[in-house]
Structure formats: C-alpha cells, structure tokens
C-alpha cells in the first residue's frame, strides 16, 4: 500500500532553475494538495485540484503550477527557482474535497533547498 | 491566510506526563482532524472529527469537537518517547468550497 507517493526526495537547486515535483496517489482519491512547511509557518496550501481536470489557488500560489495529469497524479512546478522556496513540499490527497471523506493523506514530502 | 489558531506552540514535558493542546477559530467547522508528524516525515492523520461536541479516543490520544465548533482539543495521556513530534489541527469551515486549513503546530519533546 503505498498511498502518497513524492519524487524526488531532495533537490537542490540553483536559482532561476526549473523542476517539477512529482506526486501519485493509488487510493482512488479525487482530490489533491501541494502544500509548503517552513518553520512556524505550519503546512499552508499552494495549490489544489478538487477533482479530475480542476486546479485551484490556495494560500500561496504565486511563483508556482500545477498539472493534474490525471485522477493519479498532480505536479507542482517551480518555473524560475527562488531561494524563498527553499522548503519541504508536501503532497497530499483525500476522497473529495468536502464533508466525509475530506482526511487528507501525506507524502513523505520532498526537501527542496534553492541556492 | 491562516484561521487556526493552534496553542501551545511547543511543549516540553516529563515521560508519563499528559499533555494538552487546542485549536480555536473565529469561523464554523464542520470538520475537525488531528496529525502527528514525525521527523522527516509526512502527517499522519490520527484522530477525525464530524460533529460538535463529538468526543473520540484512539489509544491514549482523545480529542473532542467543541460545542460551539470554533474549537477542538487533543490530549494525550501518560506520554511516551515516541510521542514526540509535530500535532496539527486541520479543519474544514462550515462555509465556502475551500478545503482543509491547517493550525501551526505544536512541537512536542518529551523528557525521558
């Protein structure tokens, strides 16, 4: 059962390179999350994609897209890589993106490091 | 931004000791969850919340929906090592499409 699975696991990056972060869930899962963890800040939500097709802004979007390429899987890009994205993203997916079934399940998270 | 407001932000406590923490909000949830997360790992959900004033253990972690469901609280008795970590509350407002909100944790060290 692997459930939320993120490649890679840790990058480093110089800045104005590109990556993408990769994200699969096997759960069947509807919705899906990027969210960023800096210390104190807590998990805040870049992006989202409620269901199949659909992508959304969440809290912190800006220097960031994402593809949801299919029910599996959802990508998050970083175009021009700044050291203010220096974090550890996390993946995430849940059944739907309200009432029952809204229990999000995390990645591993990937340790991004922008120089 | 941020609606949760999650205390204490750390804690430092003796083995055996119990351990509270809470989450309050000036909007509705209707849904409550509670994560740990481990060094180096993602949160692992633990206990999940549908209906005020809803009252659930799992092992020696209790939490509870608040009444007036601005708020929950998660306790956890007779600590342990391996409770050490991260616990984050996460809702979901009564209101709008928007999904889960993240509190900004609690970081918990137990003393051996």
């Known amino acids: 059962n692997a459930g939320v699975t993120q490649t890679p696991k840790f990058q480093v990056l110089k800045t104005g390179q590109s990556m993408t972060l990769q994200c699969a869930q096997d759960m069947n899962h509807n919705s899906m999350y990027w969210y960023r963890q800096d210390p104190g800040m807590g998990l805040r939500l870049i992006y989202y994609?409620?269901?199949?097709?659909?992508?959304d802004k969440g809290e912190v979007p800006n220097g960031y897209n994402v593809s949801r390429l299919n029910k599996r899987e959802f990508s998050l890009r970083l175009e021009s890589a700044a050291p203010s994205q220096t974090s550890v993203y996390f993946c995430?997916?849940?059944?739907?993106?309200?009432?029952?079934?809204?229990?999000?399940?995390f990645g591993q998270g990937t340790r991004l490091t922008v120089v | 931004g941020q609606q949760l407001n999650q205390s204490p932000q750390s804690m430092f406590i003796q083995e055996g000791e119990d351990v509270s923490m809470n989450c309050t909000s000036s909007?509705?949830?209707?849904?409550w969850l509670w994560y740990k997360q481990d060094p180096g790992e993602g949160p692992v959900l633990l206990i999940a919340l549908y209906k005020a004033g809803e009252l659930t253990s799992n092992g020696r972690l209790t939490a509870q929906f608040g009444i007036t469901r601005k708020d929950s609280f998660l306790n956890i008795s007779a600590s342990i090592p391996s409770d050490v970590g991260i616990y984050f509350c996460a809702g979901l407002t009564a209101s709008g499409n928007t999904p889960l909100v993240f509190g900004k944790g609690t970081r918990l060290s137990v003393i051996a």
């Open positions: 995430a997916s849940s059944e739907r993106l309200r009432n029952l079934g809204t229990e999000a399940f």
């Open positions: 909007s509705i949830f209707n849904t």
């Open positions: 994609s409620a269901s199949e097709g659909t992508t």
